[in-house]
């Protein structure tokens, strides 16, 4: 970790020249006593780094120093920045590596395109956190230790042992073959099987991990893509899921896709409206998504999602019809 760090710390008095131990301290989240050692740790080591003192003072690298890193071409450096720029790292507890990647790539462009590069931060912006009409993207946090003890079981092939609190369940210890890591949508998911039988994990929900010795029962070769679409059909056409039929205003549609598990079918009406065929978790689930969508939505099948909407409509305009009494 020391070692990453020294590098980082080089990187940052490149790209951004005379830096003071506290800004320093704050970029690589360390005590500014920490930087002084490592400071000092680099003259040791050759890395011809000095400090001007004064008001405007702080520490340098010699004019000219340069690291001897990858030598990424311009379009590769900025495509792994636009990537790197994506919360998917966060979810697998890598926020904190995919920074320090970061800062290597930008050194490694070549002398003309580096400033190019460095301002790319402010000229795009990835999955902002918020949409425009305000609604937050959900993401979970999943603790940096959890996280690491689940990556190197995955990576390392072997057994992991979990403490999962499933959905309304008190968490339990489960020791499972783990296949590999998927993000969608910012949250973090571990395929798995456990005494042989398909099993998928949400990082969120993981309170505890720890890696066993024991090699995991999984193939030498998996085509993940693949095993996560299988689980997402199984997910899709299990349990309690209703299927709806459903005409929306064409400006709704994504509003209503959103929240489906499956689009079935889909076609235009007539007046322009689309009619789709879409899945839902559940009824309450349904009801709710048809709701929120208003007079631009309306469910012509099953009969019972049209009834329980009339009447959340009825007592709705009971509520608000007459406000003379109060």
Do not use: C
């Not at 979970?140 to 609190?165: M, N, Q």
């Not at 009801?287 to 631009?296: R, S």
């Amino acid at each position: 970790m020391r070692a990453d760090r020294l590098v980082s710390l080089v990187l940052l008095l490149r790209q951004r020249g005379r830096l003071t131990a506290d800004t320093l301290a704050r970029e690589l989240e360390v005590s500014t006593r920490t930087v002084l050692r490592d400071i000092e740790a680099l003259s040791a080591a050759g890395v011809p780094v000095y400090a001007e003192r004064g008001r405007h003072g702080g520490f340098m690298l010699s004019p000219g120093f340069r690291t001897d890193l990858t030598g990424l071409n311009h379009d590769e450096a900025i495509a792994l920045l636009v990537a790197g720029s994506r919360r998917g790292a966060q979810a697998f507890g890598l926020g904190s590596a995919l920074a320090s990647a970061m800062l290597k790539v930008v050194d490694a462009l070549p002398e003309g395109y580096r400033d190019t590069a460095a301002g790319l931060a402010e000229r795009v912006l990835i999955d902002p956190e918020a949409d425009l009409l305000s609604r937050r993207l959900v993401t979970e946090e999943v603790p940096d230790p959890i996280a690491a003890e689940i990556r190197r079981a995955v990576f390392a092939g072997h057994k992991l042992r979990i403490h999962y609190a499933a959905m309304d369940q008190t968490p339990k210890w489960r020791t499972v073959d783990p296949i590999g890591l998927v993000t969608v949508r910012d949250l973090g998911y571990l395929l798995a099987t456990r005494s042989g039988a398909d099993r998928t994990y949400r990082l969120s929900r993981i309170v505890a991990a720890e890696e066993l010795a024991e090699p995991a029962q999984r193939p030498e070769r998996v085509d993940l893509d693949r095993a996560w679409q299988e689980r997402s059909t199984r997910f899709r056409t299990g349990g309690d899921q209703v299927t709806v039929v459903v005409r929306v205003n064409p400006s709704r549609r994504e509003d209503l896709v959103d929240t489906t598990l499956a689009v079935l079918a889909e076609e235009a009406d007539a007046d322009g409206w689309l009619r789709l065929e879409v899945t839902f978790q559940d009824s309450r689930h349904a009801e709710w998504a048809l709701w929120q969508i208003g007079t631009d939505a309306e469910a012509l099948a099953p009969q019972w999602l049209r009834t329980s909407l009339r009447n959340r409509a009825a007592a709705i305009a009971t509520r608000y019809g007459d406000s003379s009494s109060t």
